[in-house]
């Protein structure tokens, strides 16, 4: 490989490793807020499973991970170390299978997490009392934004513990539908109706987020594919730059 080839090479390498910090950066975030958020459809799983908590953390680890390899890459890149270039291919190919494996486990597995999350929410609901400012309060924004009621459908409100012991009749405030008659809409907590059918929302919220992951199937698997490639490209670059080095000069190393 010619001189100004192994110097593009490496100026490219380099870039792609400062993306990958930057992008190890922005996982490592998701996962804090992931770990911290309780204003959002997370906080609802979070409080009623470890699994999202466990997901957060291994989101930190491979954050940080994907921030130390960008480092040694950059490292490696320019001042041309073929053991942290040959540790940096190694690593991505490790993070490379892990992905794969991980996209292959869910696939398998998704009517099982599909099972877990029904089973998490029916729970939510079944408790719901309108005192709760994390999950339930996330709770009744969702169904407010999603315009919808229940998980599979309104009728998983009539398992409720207050609404079932109430003599009122009760119906959750967050599933109010605005167009329809009836009284002062409410944000959180549980409603009184008058007429016999109360003014909610027919839809479930199972279909409102399945009917969100379609219309943004091509956006997941067009990240998912990019990622995938970068990778790729990256590993092409550091095998290309370690060949080209004849011998490690650790005197190109910085002195701190």
Not at 26 to 38: A, C, E, K, R, T
Not at 41 to 67: N, P, R
Request: with cysteine; charged share 15%.
């Amino acid at each position: 490989m010619g001189k100004g080839c192994i110097t593009v090479t490496k100026y490219f390498l380099f870039l792609f490793n400062l993306l990958f910090f930057i992008f190890g950066a922005l996982i490592m975030g998701f996962g804090l807020w992931v770990l911290f958020d309780n204003q959002s459809f997370i906080a609802v799983l979070q409080e009623s499973s470890d699994t999202v908590k466990v997901a957060s953390y291994i989101l930190i680890g491979v954050g940080s991970l994907s921030m130390a390899m960008g480092f040694f890459g950059c490292i490696g890149a320019i001042y041309e170390i073929r053991c942290l270039l040959g540790l940096y291919f190694t690593c991505l190919l490790l993070i490379l299978i892990a992905q794969v494996t991980a996209g292959v486990l869910i696939y398998f597995q998704r009517d099982r997490l599909k099972h877990e999350m029904s089973n998490i929410i029916k729970g939510m609901i079944v408790n719901y009392t309108g005192q709760n400012r994390t999950t339930e309060h996330t709770w009744d924004y969702i169904q407010k934004t999603m315009k919808c009621c229940g998980w599979t459908g309104p009728g998983n409100w009539t398992e409720n513990i207050v609404i079932r012991n109430s003599t009122q009749r009760l119906y959750p405030c967050s599933c109010r539908n605005d167009s329809l008659p009836g009284t002062d809409i409410k944000l959180v907590g549980l409603c009184e109706h008058l007429s016999p059918n109360p003014p909610i929302y027919e839809m479930g919220c199972i279909t409102s987020v399945e009917k969100w992951l379609l219309d943004n199937c091509g956006v997941i698997l067009g990240i998912c594919v990019g990622v995938a490639v970068v990778e790729l490209l990256g590993m092409i670059l550091s095998m290309c730059l370690c060949k080209s080095v004849v011998q490690e000069d650790y005197t190109k190393v910085p002195k701190y």
